[in-house]
């Protein structure tokens, strides 16, 4: 008579296998087991580091917007297309906003094109820093003075304007309508 692997075979040889089996199919469910729990820990990670990358970045821009608030006379260097003369008392401060907005925008930039996977629309940031160097002569004019502080990827946003400011004013068209 044959007997079986079961724990209750009469040789004690199949016995051993049964529990040699059992302990073997255990450590396999529960190395499956460990392996879903990694995948959700990771998943719940990405979910954390994007929710901060994006949290970071809207701080960022309504900090930059507050700045518009206290100070409502900048605006229009930076959302009407004006350019301000040096000579203006305000000057200074438009300068240091714009060096600020460059720096929010260098890191879109960077972030736009290194964790494009994490946001909905990443063309849309694309879209608002080259508005926001169409609109503003300033900006540009800081971009254009301290190019080496900022990297490739907004300087490159910043050529791409301005050959599209020389088009529009080859065919006189104003960007600002």
């Known amino acids: 008579m044959s007997d079986t692997i079961s724990p209750k075979a009469s040789s004690s040889d199949l016995r051993f296998k049964f529990w040699q089996l059992l302990a073997m199919y255990s450590s396999l469910s529960i190395a499956a087991l460990g392996i879903f729990f990694v995948w959700w820990t990771l998943s719940g990670n990405a979910l954390s580091s994007r929710s901060q990358m994006q949290q970071g970045m809207v701080r960022l821009v309504i900090d930059m917007d507050r700045v518009f608030v206290e100070h409502p006379e ?5 959302y009407q297309c004006q350019p301000i003369d ?3 008392k305000d000057y200074d401060r438009a300068s240091a906003a714009a060096v600020q907005m460059l720096d929010i925008m260098d890191i ?8 494009k996977s994490q946001w ?6 694309d879209d608002w820093i080259k508005d926001q160097l169409v609109r503003s002569p300033i900006t540009r004019d800081r971009l254009k003075a301290y190019s080496s502080w900022y990297g490739r990827r907004l300087n ?16 006189n068209t104003k960007p600002c309508g």
């Open 86 to 88: 040096p000579s203006n």
């Open 74 to 78: 900048l605006y229009p260097y930076f």
């Open 156 to 171: 490159h946003r910043y050529q791409e304007v301005e050959q599209d400011l020389q088009k529009a004013n080859s065919q």
């Open 120 to 125: 909905d629309t990443p063309q849309a940031w």
């Open 108 to 115: 879109a930039a960077t972030q736009n094109d290194t964790f």
